[in-house]
């Protein structure tokens, strides 16, 4: 057990290092609008576009590497925006870092891109506090697949994160159970010039051109469900 806890430290360690070049903001915002691109072309991502437009917010994680020997770490960098229903308009950004361990027999490296339609004032509250665990303090399901919401299942929306997770151009299966997220503080300053805590960011207009492609990708989104934008 004692080396099965040290494997787990130093595949952490190793993802940790393997990630820096993403705590560039414009690297990370780039990323995550070449995530949002491939996934909208998928032809069943129809209920992602409808989620997000009732969405309070979204995280988008270009990848989250998973590395199994025996047990299994993985970690990732992101980036949060808040969304105004009644207006349409984006809050943010403010960057973050996931990290976790998963059990069972596992073995190989994976790399994940993930994005995380974030329904409801739970949900957006865990990470304008800053440091949370998926499964213990906020709900997350898989993301319901098809080219309508009406057609697919649970459409109560009563998760309050709905994750799609992109491997080698497919949507697929990835749990985020007992990760954990924390504010990517460096990268926060970088971006901003300051330090700041997760919830002045998220209360911040999304109005710089560097966010702005990003915005304009999930705007584009929305719009397929037919729903306002700014």
């Known amino acids: ?39 909208s072309s998928q032809e069943d991502c129809g209920t992602m576009s409808d989620l997000l437009a009732k969405a309070q917010g979204v995280a988008i994680f270009p990848s989250v590497v ?38 069972g027999l596992q ?25 949370f665990t998926f499964g213990g303090d906020v709900t997350v399901a898989a993301g319901p697949l098809g080219r309508h919401l009406e057609a697919a299942t649970d459409t109560q929306l009563k998760a309050s994160i709905y994750s799609y997770s992109m491997s080698k151009g497919a949507f697929i299966g990835f749990s985020l159970e007992g990760a954990k997220v924390t504010p990517d503080e460096s990268s926060n300053e970088l971006y901003w ?15 710089d051109s560097r966010i702005r492609p990003l915005i304009s990708e999930l705007n584009a989104l929305v719009l397929r469900a037919g729903r306002k934008v700014i």
């Open 107 to 131: 073995l190989g490296v994976q790399s994940t891109a993930l994005v995380l339609v974030i329904t409801n004032q739970a949900g957006m509250k865990s990470f304008e506090e800053g440091t």
């Open 66 to 103: 998973k590395v199994g020997l025996g047990l299994g770490a993985r970690y990732g960098k992101g980036i949060v925006l808040k969304r105004d229903l009644a207006t349409g308009r984006w809050y943010g950004p403010s960057f973050v870092e996931m990290m976790g361990v998963s059990y």
């Open 1 to 39: 057990m004692i080396l099965a806890g040290l494997g787990v430290v130093l595949l952490l360690a190793g993802l940790v290092s393997s990630a820096e070049a993403s705590t560039v903001p414009e690297r990370r915002i780039e990323d995550a609008v070449n995530v949002l691109r491939e996934m």
């Open 193 to 207: 010039k300051t330090a700041a805590s997760p919830s002045e960011l998220l209360r911040r207009e999304a109005r």
